[in-house]
């Protein structure tokens, strides 16, 4: 059985009980860069939202070529229900995305709070920017840098990570 087929949707419709987490992603975007204008910043939030349907894709590939003993749930029970909180979340509006929130962030914020989402199991990540656009001048240069990061997961757990920063201005 691969992670999304029917049994695994129809547990979280309730086979085993009411779904009770409420799956958030969070743009933790960089607000220490004066080069981070609004366009750069939608930008850099999707390049960030688009690795982390990527990751989600590559660890659901990953368990489905894995020859195991067992379930993929007995096997990988974090990444499973990671990725089922994820389906759930993709779903839940009929367009492809749930809840996503950006928060205020600086550079060893992100750093600290992507390492501790990793820490605790979450999908989390740095996205680079191997171009990011710096203009000086007429000059504009292209420079690799970390511009924002991710975190998914439920809300209730992520709360005392993420319940200190501002949403992001």
């Given at each position: ?19 009770t ?7 933790l ?15 850099q939030?999707?390049?960030?939202a ?75 990540g ?44």
């Amino acid at each position: 059985m691969h992670i999304g087929d029917s049994m695994i949707e129809s547990e979280l419709d309730g086979a085993e009980g009411p779904i009770t987490f409420k799956p958030f992603l969070y743009i933790l975007m960089r607000t220490d860069l004066e080069s981070m204008n609004p366009g750069k910043s939608v930008a850099q939030g999707c390049h960030a939202a688009n690795q982390f349907v990527h990751e989600v894709e590559k660890c659901r590939n990953d368990i489905d070529g894995t020859s195991i003993q067992g379930t993929p749930k007995d096997v990988f029970p974090e990444e499973v229900e990671n990725i089922e909180m994820y389906d759930y979340w993709a779903t839940r509006t009929g367009d492809g995305f749930g809840t996503t929130i950006c928060l205020d962030v600086n550079e060893d914020i992100l750093r600290r709070v992507i390492a501790a989402g990793k820490n605790m199991g979450m999908f989390a990540g740095i996205t680079h920017d191997p171009t990011y656009p710096l203009r000086d001048g007429e000059v504009t240069h292209f420079i690799p840098l970390d511009t924002c990061g991710f975190i998914f997961g439920d809300k209730d757990e992520l709360k005392i990570l993420l319940g200190q920063f501002n949403l992001m201005p």
